[in-house]
């Protein structure tokens, strides 16, 4: 192209964006695997494939360049996500279903990468959250937890056909969430202290979950260190949500949980480096990025307290995403030399 | 190394410096050409009066085309020889259009015009801007605003500092840091000379790090005098003057003003000297240090004469070899590919780079934006890249200039972090110019729709004032010449035009 | 009583957002929200136009029609009110506001034959609501309509720079944009217990 | 049923009142669009949209007589601009108006001219100087380009003359890049 300056450049690539965000989130998967078997694996490879599949047909429909739309590796993150936000004992059709929602209805009807208004892997998890409600409340409890000691082999079944294995088995395998725990046994007036008591709770979150949040923090501090995101959005999200949980907690222990364990529980963490960091459907501006993180915790801390649903981050993001526009736009920058 | 009183701004990048490439070398001179080839516009503001013509002899020094008007600036003859043509001229800018140009044959006798040295001590300011004002001097940091308009001050203003740019943060250009390491003592004394012109009470000279000979020479020229001369850190582009200001003094200079209403002047090295040469010897201003450097076997700096052909200057210093595709005249933040490498060298020209594919290469694949705000962070302005670049690429003009896309100052901060390698300079150039042409538009809407108005507001006057006459001539008089008969012939001048209208329409 | 109030603003503006979750008034809400600055104005009629037929709508069933057996005359009367209210807000608009006038077009006058803007009374009518209630069930309404509104028009005009597929452009993604919309709305169920 | 008419009646006529003063007390007079419209329109006044020049038009536009896509001057953007002012939708130009060509200015070929006055008669923006028996000149910078001089002339020497760049009216064009094809159309 002529005419064209500056005609130096130095950024790493969004390609080698992407692929640093994958490679935080591997201490977590790793930590998934050695707590909960090779479940995730299983997802995880099933989403990459549906992703680069779909991506690469939707990109031959639309006539557009597929190497460099595939290689970017946007979708992989959304996949990635997605299958870490889903039990890792759903059946299979899930998490392909998921990830096709993700990528045609939250990605490419809005025109690909960088257009998106909603964050795709969320999109994919609302959506199967409400069609789905009772396999995606089913989590698996920790290896080490169970009565029977499960082969790695059976969880692959279990995803792929779940008609292979008894009620009973699968029962055995799973239970719910710590979060939604606690809110099933609250409304039976049980206090905290008892509700907690419950093996499924670890010693900050739930027993296992706790673990991988701590593997995808390590990671997150990864992506801060490299300047891959900005320091705002995890930081407001993680302080609004912990001092939101101190303040009830202190007003009424028996029913509030503990501040560190809302952090380290549901997916807190991965929440706040790894998807409401997703740039394109989040503010731009350091204010805005601050707003939002604020307001997703709250919104996050209302709806595991006072909603219908267990977890609320899917909703909170998806909900917070519809402000990004107008939050950019209220919250421009002061121009050097402008009052 | 420690920087005292320096003001940060936002942002800002430090690309790979490449300036010792053509700092090994002192500045040489290039032999007079053949043929000089000078644009009358070489200047912001208005195009130059022509003041020779064709076949006139002119000496070396001799203004051949004078400043219309205050916002303009002389041209002279940058050596003797004879007027050969008047004519248009491919000329470096970015268009690659035409513009009209004065060429001179020279006839290497290189004579000087009588030179009239002023005794710049005795006069008073007023008088000697009157003078400069014909020395053909713009800023010769690439702005080329005619300088003796920034030595001019309103009565209601003054000056406190005078700014001297020495920064030169874009990569590779080298033409200020010789000439400083060089010509430190005219660059002081010229400092001096603009000084007292404007009455301002101190001096400040802004010099990035990177240029520590440069420093020393002026440091020890200005030993003597009030001049303070401060180092800035090496930071793309603390060259440009409101950043410059800032960092020097911690003022940011407030959108649609400029630096002098806050009492605050910049002047680039280069030009302080052309000032101070054309006071204390008379000469005006007729040549410019060029960098000439990138892919060329001598990387160095040249005294060139204005209107030499740059490839005079490519010869000189062993270029155009088989892998340029291309030379850029500035520097690789700002610069801009020349349409051919006949232009004439320019008062605006200070660095020429041939490119290579190894120096500049080809650009990357360019991905959608995902605004992970890199660019906003690089923005030395503050301002909101990506936003901009959004309303840019769906034209939606308003809003980009709601998002204040005329405070951009173009330095390419922004691209040269972009992870999907969007230019997204280029896209502001687009909607910067676009809107102003249609900004134009309106304007002469504007003017048409006067017009039209004006002209049916007389339409209907003379209806009613000859209907007032008619019917004072009705009581007797009898019209002399009937309407009729001049109504027929129209129709039939008409009728003929339509007729020749359609027969072309069918050819 | 504070509390219940605050309840009905919370359900009527969240929980059960009247163009999101009881999908209702989807017109302007599709017309009107191209232009931030329109969707603004749009949302501020209609909230006033919800609150005060809400109220009037309230007086007529509970002073006219039903002290007089004549609850079947409702949806007649309530839509003759509104169409007062509604031409009376444009006069008054029309007045003050030209240009917003001229922007609203016919989306002004429609304001009559927005469901919502009947739906509201009805609902009211039916949960037998105090004139208090009503207003603010009305009220809350009005600004759930607008939240939403605007939001909407902030997302489309986002979309103006998106290079979307030549089959998903203009409505389309709006409704897909507005059903996601919809979807994060849904976290909200189960607030106004 | 008597009761029900009576309610009903009661409504009409309490609401008839209403509206009936405030349709007195917040009247109207004038239409602020005509001005925006006109606003948008390239006042070449060419006359080619069917009305005799571009504040006609614009009336017209406002009361909703003529359709927003008959300026050929304007062209598509013009037509956009319209449609969004106006909050309908876009509508390519009406060709039966003519098309969009690129500026030009009227020449006049000052040998051939007789000096008539015809053309100065039909230029809308009075852009020709010249005296009857006197050649005639066109001020370049006023002419909008409308090409009605063209018609009276008797002797055929006016010519459109295209505007052509130059480096001070050039413009940055609209980046193209390779790989992501920009699918606008």
């Not at chain 1, 969320?122 to 499960?150: C, D, K, R």
């Not at chain 2, 001799?62 to 050969?84: F, V, Y």
């Not at chain 3, 603004?40 to 909230?47: F, V």
């Not at chain 3, 309530?78 to 031409?87: C, D, M, T």
Request: aromatic letters at 8%.
């Amino acid at each position: 192209m002529d005419n064209r300056s500056p005609y130096i450049v130095d950024a790493p690539s969004v390609s080698v964006i992407m692929f640093k965000v994958l490679l935080a989130l591997i201490p977590g998967i790793a930590l998934y695997v050695y707590a909960f078997g090779l479940g995730v694996i299983v997802n995880i490879t099933l989403a990459s494939l549906t992703v680069v599949l779909t991506e690469s047909a939707i990109l031959a429909i639309r006539k557009l360049p597929i190497k460099p739309f595939i290689l970017d590796g946007s979708g992989l993150v959304t996949a990635w996500l997605l299958a870490l936000s889903i039990p890792s004992i759903a059946p299979w059709w899930i998490i392909v279903l998921g990830t096709l929602l993700c990528i045609i209805f939250g990605k490419h009807v809005y025109g690909g990468l960088g257009y998106n208004l909603f964050n795709p892997a969320m999109v994919g998890y609302a959506i199967l959250l409400i069609s789905f409600p009772s396999i995606m409340t089913h989590w698996q409890i920790p290896t080490n937890l169970m009565e029977n000691h499960v082969e790695w082999l059976d969880q692959i079944k279990i995803i792929m056909n779940s008609h292979l294995l008894s009620k009973e088995t699968i029962d055995a395998m799973s239970s719910a969430t710590p979060l939604d725990y606690i809110k099933t046994q609250l409304t039976l007036n049980q206090p905290l202290n008892i509700i907690q008591q419950n093996k499924i709770f670890g010693f900050l979150g739930g027993s296992g979950l706790e673990l991988v949040n701590l593997g995808y923090l390590a990671g997150g501090l990864y992506l801060l260190k490299d300047k891959i995101i900005s320091w705002h959005l995890p930081v407001s999200f993680l302080t609004t949500l912990f001092f939101t949980a101190l303040i009830f907690n202190s007003f009424s222990p028996d029913t509030f949980a503990s501040p560190l364990f809302h952090v380290m529980s549901g997916g807190s963490i991965l929440c706040a480096f790894f998807i409401i960091t997703d740039p394109v459907s989040a503010p731009t501006t350091p204010k805005g990025k601050i707003y939002f993180g604020v307001a997703i915790a709250l919104l996050v801390f209302i709806i595991r307290i006072f909603g219908g649903y267990p977890e609320g981050i899917a909703f909170a993001v998806l909900f917070m995403n519809i402000f990004a526009p107008l939050i950019d736009s209220l919250t421009q920058p002061r121009i050097f030399g402008h009052k | 190394m420690q920087f005292n009183n320096i003001f940060k701004f936002n942002g800002g990048v430090h690309p790979e410096e490449n300036k010792s490439l053509s700092t090994t070398l002192p500045i040489a001179r290039l032999p007079i050409p053949k043929k000089l080839v000078l644009p009358l516009r070489q200047h912001v503001g208005h195009v130059a009066k022509l003041k020779v013509k064709v076949g006139d002899q002119v000496l070396k020094g001799q203004i051949i085309a004078e400043a219309d008007g205050n916002i303009s600036a002389a041209i002279h003859a940058p050596t003797s020889g004879k007027i050969l043509k008047i004519s248009e001229e491919i000329i470096p800018h970015p268009s690659g259009l035409p513009d009209f140009c004065i060429t001179i044959e020279s006839d290497l006798k290189d004579k000087w015009i009588e030179k009239k040295p002023i005794a710049w001590k005795k006069l008073d300011s007023a008088a000697l801007i009157e003078m400069i004002s014909s020395s053909g001097i713009v800023g010769l940091g690439g702005a080329v605003f005619p300088s003796h308009m920034k030595l001019k001050v309103n009565q209601n203003q003054s000056i406190e500092t005078l700014v001297i740019n020495a920064a030169e943060c874009e990569p590779f250009i080298t033409c200020d840091d010789m000439f400083m390491r060089e010509k430190a003592d005219e660059i002081i004394q010229g400092t001096l000379i603009a000084q007292s012109i404007l009455h301002a009470k101190q001096c400040v000279i802004g010099i990035e790090d990177n240029k520590i000979e440069a420093y020393q020479a002026l440091k020890k020229a200005a030993q003597k005098t009030s001049i303070e001369i401060k180092i800035v850190p090496t930071l793309y582009p603390s060259g440009d003057a409101k950043r410059l200001i800032y960092l020097l003094m911690g003022i940011e200079v407030p959108k649609e003003k400029r630096s002098v209403d806050l009492g605050i002047q910049v002047f680039n090295v280069a030009t302080v000297a052309a000032i101070y040469r054309y006071l204390e010897l008379g000469e005006p201003s007729i040549s410019r240090i060029v960098t000439i450097t990138g892919n060329v076997q001598n990387p160095q700096n040249y005294e060139v004469l204005f209107g030499t052909p740059l490839s005079e200057l490519i010869k000189a210093a062993g270029g155009k070899s088989n892998k340029t595709q291309k030379f850029i005249m500035g520097g690789p933040m700002m610069g801009f590919d020349l349409p051919s490498i006949d232009v004439p060298v320019t008062k605006a020209m200070n660095c020429v780079i041939e490119s290579s594919p190894e120096l500049f290469p080809s650009p990357k694949p360019v991905m959608p934006c995902i605004r992970c705000a890199r660019c906003a962070d690089a923005c030395p302005v503050n301002l909101q890249p990506q936003e901009l670049y959004w309303f840019s690429k769906s034209s939606q003009l308003e809003k980009a200039k709601d998002y204040n896309l005329f405070d951009c100052i173009e330095c390419g901060c922004c691209t040269y972090v972009c992870p999907s390698n969007i230019p997204l300079v280029q896209f502001y150039r687009y909607a910067k110019s676009e809107i102003i042409a249609q900004d134009k538009a309106k304007e002469a809407a504007n003017t048409a729709r006067e017009r039209n108005e004006s002209r049916l507001a007389r339409i209907e006057r003379e209806k009613k004032e000859r209907a007032e006459r008619h019917a004072q001539k009705a009581l007797g008089a009898q019209e002399k010449i009937s309407d009729d008969e001049k109504k027929s012939t129209i129709a039939a001048a008409v009728e003929r035009v339509k007729q020749t209208q359609q027969e072309n329409i069918k050819n | 009583m504070i509390q219940h109030y605050f309840l009905i603003i919370i359900s009527t503006v969240l929980v059960n957002n009247i163009v999101l979750v009881k999908i209702l008034g989807l017109c302007p809400f599709m017309g009107v929200s191209k232009k931030l600055e329109t969707s603004i104005s749009m949302s501020a009629a209609t909230a006033f136009v919800l609150t005060i037929g809400s109220m009037t709508s309230w007086a007529i069933n509970h002073y006219l029609l039903e002290p007089n057996d004549l609850v079947y005359l409702r949806t007649l009367s309530f839509i003759v009110v509104i169409a007062g209210v509604v031409q009376f807000t444009e006069m008054v608009m029309e007045k003050n506001f030209p240009l917003l006038y001229q922007l609203l077009g016919i989306f002004l006058p429609l304001i009559t034959t927005n469901c919502a803007v009947l739906g509201i009374p009805l609902l009211n009518a039916q949960s037998s609501h105090t004139l208090i209630e009503s207003a603010l069930f009305g009220f809350g309404g009005g600004i759930g309509f607008s939240i939403v509104l605007i939001l909407f028009a902030s997302l489309r005009e986002r979309l103006e720079g998106a290079e979307i597929p030549a089959p998903f452009r203009g409505s389309a993604i709006a409704l897909v944009t507005a059903s996601i919309m919809s979807l994060a709305f849904m976290g909200f169920a189960g607030l106004d217990r | 049923m008597i009761t029900a008419l009576l309610v009903m009646i009661f409504l009409a006529v309490v609401l008839g009142l209403v509206l009936g003063y405030s349709a007195i007390k917040f009247k109207v007079d004038g239409d602020p669009m005509v001005a925006r419209i006109d606003a948008i329109l390239p006042q070449t006044q060419c006359g080619q949209c069917g009305y005799p020049g571009c504040k006609p038009y614009a009336n017209a536009i406002a009361k909703g007589e003529a359709d927003i896509n008959q300026c050929p001057p304007g062209g598509d953007a013009g037509a956009k601009a319209l449609a969004e002012l106006m909050g309908m939708e876009f509508k390519p130009l009406n060709q039966e108006h003519g098309v969009q060509k690129p500026r030009a200015v009227a020449l006049i070929d000052e040998s051939t001219c007789i000096g008539c006055t015809l053309c100065i008669q039909a230029c809308p923006v009075d852009a020709i100087l010249g005296a009857a028996k006197q050649m005639h000149t066109i001020i370049a910078s006023e002419c909008t380009g409308c090409e009605l001089c063209l018609p009276p002339c008797p002797v055929d020497c006016i010519t459109m003359e295209p505007v052509l760049e130059n480096s001070q009216s050039w413009k940055w064009k609209y980046p193209v890049y390779n790989i992501e094809k920009t699918s606008k159309a």
